[in-house]
């Protein structure tokens, strides 16, 4: 089997699993409650994964994990990208408006400065600031963190962009900062690679909360997270039982590779493409017509 049709694959593999973890409920067809009778209980049909340190299904545990953590963490995530690459475009498209300049600059400057801040130190920064960690100062310190990110990360884009010739011709042509941004970057050029950004950023986001539920920063208990249910079962680690760590790990795993696999899915399959086809015709882009400004306004000097 070719390398390219192994990798996609895999990236289904990876998505269908996950899909099966966070979509189904299980809740109804397992139990969640706590059933001190039957800790540590081995896979079992009444519990395809065993029960936790409180005799509760493992299964349903890690599925609420990823339905109560992870998702609404991914969903803060994207919508601080989004936030991000808005405000960057603004401000390219108003750079030559002095207060706008003097403002996003000083933006930018923040921005730099939210970036390069180490991210555990911004989310425990929260959680100190409102006296109680949980999700929601996860989400906070992400949001920004990601929104700044992305900001930079479109300027950085941009600046890469200025000397291309169909950026230069099109700033000859008398075309607006803003048109160039959104027409030849983030919806044409640019998009693969702001994908694949998000993908990783979403990655980054499972990770860091695992984390900090795990150090006592993030959720706690009894919401589920992969980050405390593995900071749960410490003492069975010591012990030789590995069976919650194992499942936990591997879930943790598959959860924070989805959202790459995902996106190359989307690139690979061609939808990509057609979206971005799509995208042109209502911004009513035409390469044609494109053309025959470029031959006129060559004839005219």
């Known amino acids: 089997m070719p390398r390219r049709k192994r990798y996609l694959a895999t990236d289904m593999i990876v998505v269908v699993i996950v899909l099966m973890l966070a979509l189904p409920p299980w809740a109804n067809f397992f139990s969640v409650k706590v059933d001190l009778a039957h800790m540590h209980s081995a896979s079992s049909w009444q519990h395809p994964l065993g029960t936790d340190n409180l005799g509760r299904d493992l299964l349903v545990r890690l599925s609420q994990a990823l339905a109560q953590a992870v998702l609404p963490l991914w969903c803060s995530v994207i919508m601080a990208s989004t936030a991000g690459l808005i405000m960057a475009q603004?401000?390219?498209?108003?750079?030559?408006?002095?207060?706008?300049?003097?403002?996003?600059?000083?933006?930018?400057?923040?921005?730099?400065?939210?970036?390069?801040?180490?991210?555990?130190?911004?989310?425990?920064?929260?959680?100190?600031?409102?006296?109680?960690?949980?999700?929601?100062?996860?989400?906070?310190?992400?949001?920004?963190?990601?929104?700044?990110?992305?900001?930079?990360?479109?300027?950085?884009?941009?600046?890469?962009?200025?000397?291309?010739?169909?950026?230069?011709?099109?700033?000859?042509?008398?075309?607006?900062?803003g048109d160039r941004v959104w027409r030849y970057g983030i919806s044409s050029a640019w998009t693969p690679e702001l994908l694949l950004a998000l993908g990783l950023n979403l990655r980054v986001a499972v990770a860091i909360e695992a984390s900090l539920s795990y150090l006592g920063f993030g959720i706690q208990e009894p919401t589920a997270s992969f980050g405390n249910i593995l900071a749960a079962h410490f003492d069975e680690y010591l012990k030789g039982q590995w069976t919650v760590m194992a499942m936990t790990l591997a879930a943790l795993a598959l959860t924070a590779a989805a959202p790459l696999a995902f996106i190359r899915l989307f690139i690979d399959s061609g939808l990509l493409q057609v979206i971005t086809r799509l995208l042109a015709k209502l911004d009513g882009l035409h390469v044609s017509a494109l053309k025959q400004r470029l031959r006129v306004h060559t004839s005219q000097q």
């Open 90 to 177: 603004v401000a390219l498209a108003t750079a030559t408006s002095r207060y706008s300049r003097y403002f996003f600059n000083a933006f930018g400057m923040l921005a730099v400065a939210a970036a390069s801040v180490p991210m555990t130190v911004t989310t425990f920064a929260w959680a100190a600031w409102f006296e109680e960690a949980g999700l929601f100062s996860v989400i906070l310190a992400l949001s920004v963190i990601f929104t700044a990110r992305a900001f930079l990360h479109i300027k950085d884009l941009a600046r890469q962009s200025t000397n291309l010739a169909f950026w230069s011709a099109h700033e000859a042509l008398g075309g607006r900062t």
